[in-house]
């Protein structure tokens, strides 16, 4: 039985996570759309620390700056066989709740589902040092945010 336990560990120690591309920090701008507001550019700052011995937990901080105020989301990601799971917050207006998704051959696709807050989000890698993350609120007074991030 020990010989069967000391061949599945190499195994694991070997995967790659899902996050190891995302690790560190973006900047970048995009648009944020507000219901009977129109759309504003903003300029964006977005951390993702790897947390967990295994690099399967991630911290995503999510920074904004508009013309109307900030946005701030923090989220705390866990991966599983494909899967992620997690919580979810804007802390600017008071939103949040427990995300849900999967891992996708070019990024990440999460549903985000709260009392006060229901939300898609998606990211995509493009390359090693682009991505493209947009988020679309339903039933709110926000539409969404769109930004394209450089690593740096």
């Known amino acids: 039985m020990a010989a069967s336990l000391t061949h599945a560990a190499p195994a694991l120690a070997g995967d790659p996570s899902p996050f190891d591309k995302l690790a560190g920090r973006w900047i970048g ?66 939103m949040s709740g427990e995300l849900t998704g999967e891992v996708t051959p070019k990024g990440y696709r999460v549903t985000i589902k709260g009392s006060s807050l229901s939300a898609n989000m998606t990211i995509i890698l493009v390359g090693d040092a682009k991505q493209v993350v947009e988020i679309q609120f339903l039933d709110s007074a926000l539409i969404g945010l769109t930004l394209i991030l450089q690593k740096g």
């Open 29 to 94: 701008e995009g648009r944020f759309g507000i219901r009977d507001g129109g759309t504003e550019a903003v300029k964006c700052r977005v951390t993702y620390i790897l947390a967990g011995g295994s690099g399967d937990e991630l911290k995503q901080t999510i920074r904004c700056a508009a013309p109307s105020g900030s946005i701030e989301v923090q989220s705390l990601v866990t991966h599983a066989a494909g899967k992620l799971s997690g919580t979810w917050k804007e802390l600017s207006r008071d």
